[in-house]
């Protein structure tokens, strides 16, 4: 919906200034929406349940995740957002995918390993985007495997 908006002014703040930045959001929103969220899928449905347990697809699947979480952390390192020193549809998109992430399977442990991914989390999270909705967000101290 973001992608396909019309407004000038969400068009430059959220989509990219330039072809670079817009490219730069598409990919973001790819990695969150397709890679990171198949992961979680894959390992919530399992612990969850929906699906029978299969540890050796649990543990591709969290290696997945560590990943595309060295990937974030080594962007994040770099730059505060993930596209330009402002948020994007890139950070708004994968900002959703790691809530569910970091309140369901990444926890204390995991956090430890990749500081900018959660300094960037605790940004986006407190910024007017999100700010009201996840007030009272918690992060998981540890997952039951």
């Keep these: 919906m973001i ?45 969850d349940g929906k699906t029978p347990y299969h540890k050796e697809q649990v543990d591709a699947a969290f290696e997945q995740v560590e990943t595309i979480a060295q990937f974030y952390e080594t962007r994040l390192e770099q730059s505060t957002f993930l596209v330009a020193e402002r948020i994007t549809a890139g950070d708004i998109m994968s900002f959703g995918t790691w809530s569910v992430a970091f309140s369901r399977v990444c926890d204390t442990d995991f956090r430890i390993k990749y500081p900018h991914l959660v300094q960037w989390f605790n940004a986006v999270k407190v910024s007017e985007y999100f700010k009201k909705s996840f007030a009272d967000f918690k992060f998981i101290e540890k997952i039951n495997l």
């Design 3 to 47: 992608l396909s908006s019309t407004d000038e002014k969400t068009q430059k703040n959220l989509l990219g200034k330039n072809i670079k930045e817009r490219a730069d959001v598409i990919r973001w929103c790819s990695l969150s929406n397709n890679d990171l969220n198949s992961a979680l899928r894959c390992i919530l449905f399992r612990l």
